[in-house]
């Protein structure tokens, strides 16, 4: 049994950052029902901070968090970390999703949902882009 303890993978380690508490811990829930080891943050200094202690295979960040440049929130982590991927989130609202999902990408996401989204999408998202090499 310990030798089958030992080849298991260790979980992927995802951030959510979202200022909506309920929606948040939606997702984390439905990310830790998958395996995945999930920890939370409500703005963007939280989320830096916290990449700061840990790291993170997946950051998954709202893009319109107040009190902060959202975008800058993925290039600031994408420069700690140059491995970890993210998933931006953004509501449906004055940015055109056409217009966030370039910005997003400009600055490092590797996907972008639009809320809302069912779990399914979300959890696809999440197993594509963590499946993907880092030059893709």
Known sequence: HEEARRAEPALQRVLLVDDDDQLRTLHGAILTDEGYAVSHATNGLEAVSLCQLKGFDLVIVELHLP??????????????????????????????????????????????????????????AARNVLTKKSNQ
């Open 67 to 124: 009190g902060s440049h959202h975008l800058r929130i993925i290039e600031s982590l994408r420069q700690q970390a140059s491995d970890t991927k993210f998933i931006g989130t953004a509501k449906v609202g004055p940015l055109q999703t056409d217009y966030c999902d370039r910005m997003a990408r400009q600055f490092g996401a590797n996907h972008v949902l639009t809320k809302p989204f069912p779990p399914e999408q979300l959890l696809f």
